[in-house]
């Protein structure tokens, strides 16, 4: 996810509901449900680094696969956070023109949080998607100090947005915070969507391979994401770590509104061929859902956007 102006002491403070933030145009939105990956529903989908395809005793509708301080089912030993974030932007928003935003993590009573944790080295993960799911940025606001994190953002176009905020409070589990903006003006027509699982970003031509042909609600999945120079057609020989990691991946579920439900950050696998990036996860419900894979090349960022079908 740098001054403000004088029209943001005239501000308005929604709740979220079930994980879903009302819309504003300008000033501040609050959650008052964010969602700890300890205690959410596992269909929420966090399906964070592991260094093997999970054991078949696993429940495969776990999406919390966290790493060394979670357990073998993927859930966090740390205690929930329950910090709520507030979202603060310029009165005026105009698409394609960087606004700088802000946003305020506090404690269940109203207290700036001081402290936080890196993780997939970085303090914030923001995760910014228009509702037509057409735009995607996955940026890392800078904290300020006293729970408030900045950064410089462009809006591309007119539409419903929602930001994903994922953050760790020291010492606690981390959490996923959502909240919404609208940037206003006439949204552009959705695009077709597009299945196709071979495409061209760039230098990178990618392959995505699914490991069953039907993808079915709540069952465990394993996806490759096989890379190419679009050149050469050969396996590229420059492949980075992403923020630590092989690659992330960003899924999201075709809906309206975007809700906390609707997310899962799923984070690649160690030990895979050097031109494969893996991923296991499960999709909660029927639907479409779009997924932003993203590796580096040699310090270019590569985003490789698919569509799937889950039945």
């Known amino acids: 996810m740098k001054s403000f102006l004088t029209a943001l002491a005239i501000t308005s403070t929604l709740a979220l509901t079930q994980g879903c933030a009302s819309q504003v145009k300008s000033g501040e939105i609050s959650d008052t449900n964010p969602t700890s990956i300890s205690n959410a529903n596992p269909h929420t989908g966090h399906n964070m680094e592991n260094s093997k395809k999970p054991k078949e005793k696993d429940n495969p509708h776990d999406g919390h696969n966290m790493g060394d301080s979670h357990d073998e089912h993927g859930h966090s030993q740390l205690e929930p956070a329950n910090a709520t974030a507030k979202l603060i932007l310029p009165s005026k928003i105009t698409p394609n023109t960087p606004v700088p935003i802000a946003i305020e993590i506090k404690d269940k009573n109203g207290k700036a949080i001081a402290n936080f944790d890196k993780f997939q080295e970085e ?13 995607f940025q996955h940026i890392h606001p800078a904290y300020k100090g006293n729970g408030r994190f900045e950064v410089q953002f462009n809006f591309p176009y007119s539409s419903n947005y929602t930001l994903f905020s994922d953050y760790k409070v020291a010492g606690k589990a981390e959490q996923v915070s959502v909240l919404k903006a609208l940037v206003p003006g006439q949204s552009p027509a959705k695009p077709k969507i597009d299945l196709a699982t071979t495409k061209t970003f760039d230098n990178t031509q990618v392959n995505l391979k699914l490991s069953q042909s039907t993808i079915k609600a709540g069952q465990e999945v394993h996806l490759i994401f ?3 120079d679009a050149a050469t057609k050969k396996p590229p020989t420059d492949l980075k ?8 991946l960003v899924i999201l579920k075709q809906s309206s509104p975007l809700t906390q439900a609707d997310y899962i950050h799923a984070h690649a ?6 031109h494969e990036v893996h991923f296991i996860t499960s999709f909660p419900k029927p ?17 490789a956007d698919f569509w799937v079908t889950v039945t």
């Open 287 to 303: 639907g479409k859902y779009k997924m932003w894979g993203q590796f580096n090349r040699n310090g270019k960022i590569i985003t």
């Open 123 to 135: 303090l914030m993960h923001l995760i910014v998607v228009s509702d037509d799911l057409q735009s």
């Open 226 to 228: 096989n890379l190419q």
């Open 241 to 248: 770590p992403y923020l630590g990691e092989r690659g992330h």
């Open 269 to 274: 696998m160690k030990n895979t061929p050097d």
